[in-house]
């Protein structure tokens, strides 16, 4: 393993992110959300700012819930899942639409926003927003958001929340 690698979830990771059954503290967890199956582990250290991306990783991965995808591109991820020797997972990320990473990236700027705007009280929410996978996912929270920052926060809380994801 090297900062080139690439994860992907596997079928138990995937569990995981929606159950939390296995105990995994704050960091494992976020660093689990993040696992794209394209991102490397280089990419995976800058964006969660954990220096000790790979050691977490490997963590993970002992407890199956990422496998290495080898760090190929999202083609080859995608031609290995079909041959069985990637997760399923890693697959539907690599062939997901072109606009998936528009998916994710309105999912980062609403997570951005609701830990801005709530602190810690957001960041369940914000984990959620970070691993969304499909604009229906994103929406519904979306809206879970809005709800919860108006009723806590008010109108001025909810416009800026707005701003935030309009922002580039």
Excluded: W
Excluded at 42 to 51: D, H, I, K, T, Y
Excluded at 116 to 143: I, Q, T, Y
Aim: hydrophobic share 45%; glycine share 10%; aromatic share 2%.
């Amino acid at each position: 393993m090297n900062d080139k690698t690439v994860y992907a979830k596997t079928p138990a990771g995937q569990q995981e992110i929606g159950e939390r059954k296995a105990g995994l503290d704050v960091r494992q967890r976020r660093l689990l959300i993040l696992v794209d199956g394209q991102r490397s582990v280089a990419e995976l250290r800058g964006v969660s700012g954990f220096p000790d991306t790979l050691a977490l990783l490997e963590g993970l991965q002992s407890r199956g819930m990422v496998a290495s995808a080898g760090g190929a591109s999202a083609a080859a991820v995608a031609a290995a899942a079909s041959a069985g020797r990637v997760p399923a997972t890693a697959a539907a990320t690599a062939s997901a639409p072109a606009n998936a990473g528009d998916v994710r990236e309105r999912g980062r700027r609403a997570a951005h926003a609701i830990t801005e705007l709530l602190g810690p009280m957001g960041e369940d929410f914000a984990m959620k927003l970070e691993g969304v996978k499909s604009s229906e996912a994103l929406e519904e929270l979306l809206a879970r958001c809005r709800r919860m920052l108006g009723e806590m926060r008010g109108k001025s809380a909810l416009e800026r929340f707005e701003r935030l994801l309009e922002e580039s």
